[in-house]
């Protein structure tokens, strides 16, 4: 509700067309939210600090929100196609 609230703001204040924003709101977010999950990814196996594995189930909830959006169904159907489900969850290092 906050969130839907402040964009509606922003948008009657700015005047920028509503259509035109949400859709780069939804692409800047599922870019930002997929290099998020890159360095969570990378700051486990690299340098050891799996305690950040716990953040990916929220930040794929932000990914998949965004990915809804129509203008991105091409990346929708390729996370689809090369990401697991079950990579998805909070990943759990072996021992």
Known sequence: ETIRRTLNYYLEQTGIPADDFIAAYHMMGAQRNCR??????????????????????????????DVSH??????????????????????KVAA
């Open 36 to 65: 998020i999950a890159g360095t969570f990814a990378r700051l486990c196996v690299r340098d050891g600090k799996p305690r950040y594995l716990t953040f990916m189930p929220r930040v794929w909830r932000l990914i998949e929100q």
């Open 70 to 91: 129509p203008l991105l169904t091409a990346i929708r159907q390729w996370l689809d196609a090369n990401i697991k489900p079950e990579w998805r969850g909070e990943l």
